[in-house]
């Protein structure tokens, strides 16, 4: 398997976290063989994003203000347990400061999510303090407080921003179907 935007967008999470990440960490939160992960590393040298030492690889200067810039937007994910808005075993949400105004239905970021394998993807809008569907202004959440809750407290949201919630039955593919989803929305607006 090779690796693919939402695995470098992964790749830079972790160097992030970490001042220096190992090939064979990569390896295993990237879900991705020696040789990706080699190959990766390169065309992140290449932009000059990373650089390597025997500690392991890290950002440069040029990688921070570009994370830090893309964190400014995607601030905060978590896991989501099964309910009614999310019937598959693992679910994963990211949330899109101020980004409302980009979304159309939410079928782009289903279709996106799906590329990934996600079984399936919302696209949740937070309008007037509540969680609603793209072109709706009914609560959806008003009957899973649980899920309600989860984002409240582990998405910060406020008005205008979006939640993507991928799902699938491997937990791996519910994260980077979710990540995969929001890079391609601020791709395409």
Known sequence: MTFSIPHVFKALQLLC???????SKFCKELH???GAIKTLILHLKDAKMVDTTKSGTYLTVKG??????L??????????????ITPSKYSHAIILKNYSSAIKTGLEQRDYAILYGSSGCITLL????????????RDCLEDDLNTRTKLYENL??????VIIISSS?????????????????????
């Open 17 to 23: 976290l970490e001042k220096f990440v190992s090939r």
């Open 156 to 161: 910060n949201p406020e008005e205008g921003d």
């Open 64 to 69: 921070k203000k570009f994370s830090e810039s």
């Open 169 to 189: 039955d491997d937990p791996f593919v519910s994260e980077v179907s979710a990540k995969n989803s929001a890079l391609w929305t601020l791709a395409t607006n």
């Open 126 to 137: 937070y309008q007037n303090d509540k969680f609603v569907f793209p072109g709706e202004g």
């Open 71 to 84: 964190n400014k937007v995607i601030k905060k994910e978590c896991k989501l347990n099964k309910s009614k």
């Open 32 to 34: 991705l063989g020696e």
